[in-house]
């Protein structure tokens, strides 16, 4: 069984930064794709940044040029700094993993953390 860890979020001011973390445990042979998604209340879950193995990463328009994903295999952790944050960025942030276990290829959502934008 494949669990993931969020950490990171919070309560900021705007122009200020925060950096998420996720980090995935159990039995993993393979990772593909690493992501973050939020979802505000009343939208639908939208994604902001995914780093695929040995691919170019995407970002949502709405993020371009403030976020930045990355990823340590060797941790099977993914991070997400978020910079010059506005108050639209103010959701719940999951981080999801695409991966193979004895299970097959399936993916996982973490358990979601809060990110709140205000002065």
């Known amino acids: 069984q494949v669990q993931l860890v969020e950490s990171g979020g919070g309560l900021v001011q705007p122009g200020g930064s925060l950096r998420l973390s996720c980090a995935a445990s159990?039995?993993?042979?393979?990772?593909?794709?690493m992501a973050w998604y939020r979802q505000a209340p009343g939208k639908q879950r939208e994604l902001v940044a995914a780093v695929p193995s040995g691919g170019t990463t995407n970002y949502g328009d709405s993020v371009k040029g403030r976020f930045i994903i990355s990823r340590d295999n060797a941790k099977n952790t993914v991070h997400l700094q978020m910079n010059n944050l506005k108050p639209e960025d103010t959701a719940v942030y999951y981080c999801?993993?695409?991966?193979?276990?004895?299970?097959?290829?399936?993916?996982?959502w973490g358990q979601g953390t809060q990110v709140t934008v205000s002065s």
């Open positions: 159990g039995i993993i042979f393979r990772i593909n794709v």
């Open positions: 999801k993993l695409d991966c193979s276990t004895s299970r097959g290829w399936g993916f996982y």
